[in-house]
T-cell receptor, first 115, second 110 residues
Framework: EAGVAQSPRYKIIEKRQSVAFWCNPI?????LYWYQQILGQGPKLLIQ????????DSQLPKDRFSAERLKGVDSTLKIQPAKLEDSAVYLC?????????????FGEGSRLTVL | DQQVKQNSPSLSVQEGRISILNCDYT??????FLWYKKYPAEGPTFLIS?????DKNEDGRFTVFLNKSAKHLSLHIVPSQPGDSAVYFC?????????FGTGTSLTVIP
């Protein structure tokens, strides 16, 4: 089965510019997560979707970050305008709720560098 | 507030010996605990998990132990191999939410 797909893998922008990341989860996985991982830290949840609805976006900086999953499949995370502290790896993960363990499956991540 | 903690940023072990990675948590509502392995420039991959009602789960060279009274879990890798060199993240689940530790970088010396 195909894994979680993310693009782009790498992006370098200047502060105040905008950037968008795309994620396509594993087929059949209703739950999709976006995590931010800053160097030396663990993944931190930004937003969680169940199908096309938002379950938790309490840690999403909504003044600059937005995310959508319009058809309940792929998702886009946008940052506008970017700040230096947004430099991080943005990880997308999906989960099949039907499994008792229900572990997360991660994509390879999108590394953002803000100059 | 960090609900899952990995207090050792790094660990070095000789090939063939045991690697023990530790993790502490604070929330009694966590129902599953998971370990993920991450190589550079790749996403984390699931390694092994344990239910909160168990105290041990084994999968080949990997064993996870859970001590609920101490709110502590550990991952044992026996024998350690150079290919095990990676960053290991401990994670805990409450419902649909997952909380991650800061990771331990394991180096297995040939």
């Amino acid at each position: 089965e195909a894994g979680v797909a993310q693009s782009p893998r790498y992006k370098i922008i200047e502060k105040r510019q905008s950037v968008a990341f795309w994620c396509n989860p594993i087929s059949g996985h209703a739950t999709l997560y976006w995590y931010q991982q800053i160097l030396g830290q663990g993944p931190k949840l930004l937003i969680q979707f169940q199908n096309n609805g938002v379950v938790d976006d309490s840690q999403l900086p909504k003044d600059r970050f937005s995310a959508e999953r319009l058809k309940g499949v792929d998702s886009t995370l946008k940052i506008q305008p970017a700040k230096l502290e947004d430099s991080a790896v943005y990880l997308c993960a999906s989960r099949y709720s039907g499994r008792i363990t229900g572990e997360l499956f991660f994509g390879e991540g999108s590394r953002l560098t803000v100059l | 507030d960090q609900q899952v903690k990995q207090n050792s940023p790094s660990l070095s072990v000789q090939e063939g010996r045991i690697s023990i990675l530790n993790c502490d948590y604070t929330n009694s509502m966590f129902d599953y605990f998971l370990w993920y392995k991450k190589y550079p420039a790749e996403g984390p991959t699931f390694l092994i998990s344990i239910s909160s009602i168990k105290d041990k789960n084994e999968d080949g060279r990997f064993t996870v132990f859970l001590n609920k009274s101490a709110k502590h879990l550990s991952l044992h890798i026996v024998p350690s191999q150079p290919g095990d060199s990676a960053v290991y993240f401990c994670a805990a689940r409450a419902g649909n939410q997952f909380y991650f530790g800061t990771g331990t970088s394991l180096t297995v010396i040939p």
